[in-house]
């Protein structure tokens, strides 16, 4: 699997699916290969599926990134706890609003079964609840009697790398991609208005509530759907377990925080117009948005599909209200949709805005990409349900889903495999800078910082106790010597660097569309190394080492040599990241012995 770090055979994947495709759709043209549907299909539905948990396997490593650490923490408290108070605190511990139960049981449950807490584990667990959201979607459309091909999109669109934060990073797999299923469980348990779903469904909703903070929607939304069921005896014990719940929650060690700044009533329109870019995040790409006076294109599309997304649960709405008994799908899919919403809603009112959501470009974090991606995968459901007594109109749908799904597939590939390499890289190394400057590449935005808290030994003393408890292997690939005796140990004498090396610096918008100085380092080596290799920058008092990350073909390159990275490498920085000084710039890699080995380059970097 660890090929695909080095090589993700996206052409190969692209080749794959268009090739499947172009066989599934003359299928229906030839009467001899009909017998081949099938078998098509459920090829269609894997492939999507298979190569996202591979390059999963491939790039995701064992070591914790920023919240990461915050879960090890309450794990190692839980550990230690001396008292069942003490326990129960160090289990609900309040992160901002949110209360992270349901990843903590999981955490200590790995615990338990292995003795040791694997993120990467704790990652593919959280991408696992992509199956149980697809198999609940399939769901929807066979109670409607609609034929399980038109499924056949919904995996591309629930299997790509729009919101690859959220697949890549520890916290954010275990919290967001749980807590869209727990919601989507409760709406399914009350759409079977049965005393068993109404069980299931207090049990997700609970579930919701303490895997993050939005999911206490799911007993508003339960409310709703109890109403108009008008089974009141249930919805009297589901009030009575929502505020016995609430009261937990906000009672039991709870510390309410106030939101200064601006207040989402000040800007109506504008936060209307972000609420609906949220709604249809799936279109925000990776890809530079700098900061101009002009709207940015693909943020413009946001808007406009939130709003179509929009007209699709109004119209599923009246469709409920008119119906004379809706159905399973009916209140499921409302539900769905109600959370997926609903949170969005809750986003814009946390983050108001007082400006166009399309001039920064910067609203989103990727992590949140997850809620846009089902909320479109469910509309188009609620289409095809809309649509079921009308074939030809299905039947378009279905084409045009799956033509964008698919696009949409592998333009998330083609622009994001190198941002989770790049994730790789980082922390690989992240080990070697906490060890030598006590701070992190990934995280931080000064040289200085301390992650996660800023404080002068609370970081210290917690990985000290987490690895000498055995809850990570934070320096399992430290193995470079010290920063004072790197170049000493590592230099090749009389040998330089075979390739070209080069760096520059510009002023872009950074964190809070602050301008920056933003420094990039170039090397294109004559035979590039096998496995990643290294900027290494010397300078009197630091020795400073950066992973060389691929960079991606253009699109027509990508085409004619049929591979996706090209052979230049680079990485960039901005300039309060790393320490001021004058660099000899080395480039690090493993010898043929598998020790390290630094060829100089001849160049200076004047980093200040």
Known sequence: MKLFLENPHLFEYYSIVVAVLLLFGATFFVAKMRSWRPWLGIGLIAIPVVYFFILLDAHVVNIPYTDDFNLLETVQKLRNAGSLTDMMKALFEQVNQHRFGF?????????LVTGTVNIKTQIVIGNLFLLGIGYLLYLGLRKERISWYLFIPVPYILFNLVFFENAYWGIAALQNTPLIFFAMLTSYGLAREDGKGFRIALIAALLTTFTSGSGMLTWIVGVIILAFQKRFKSLLWWVAASVAVLLFYFFFDYQFISSEGTKIWDHPVLNVIFLMAFWGNVLFLDVRHPLVPAFHQDIIACVLLGAGLALVFAVWAVRILIARKPGWAEWFLLGAMMFLMGTGAMFVVSRPINDYVMYGGTAFSRRYMIFGVVLVAVCYVCVLVVLKNFKSWKNAAAVTAAVFFVGLNFVSYFTSIVSIRKL??????????????KTFLTVGENFTDIPFWNHPTRMRDLIIGLESEGLTEFYQFYDMPA??????????AGKSFEGSFDALFQYRNGEYNRYMKYFQFFVTPQNPPKGTFYFLLESQKNSIVLPAVPVPNTVSDFLQKATYYSNNYQYAVYKPKLPEGKYRAWIMSRGESGQWASFSTGKHVLYH
Not at 103 to 111: D, K, S
Not at 424 to 437: A, P, R, T
């Open 103 to 111: 990843e903590r049981i999981v955490m200590v449950l790995m615990l």
């Open 424 to 437: 790789h890289d980082e922390l690989v190394i992240d080990s070697y800078f906490w060890k030598n400057y």
């Open 483 to 492: 920063q004072e005796d790197l170049v000493r140990e590592t230099a090749v």
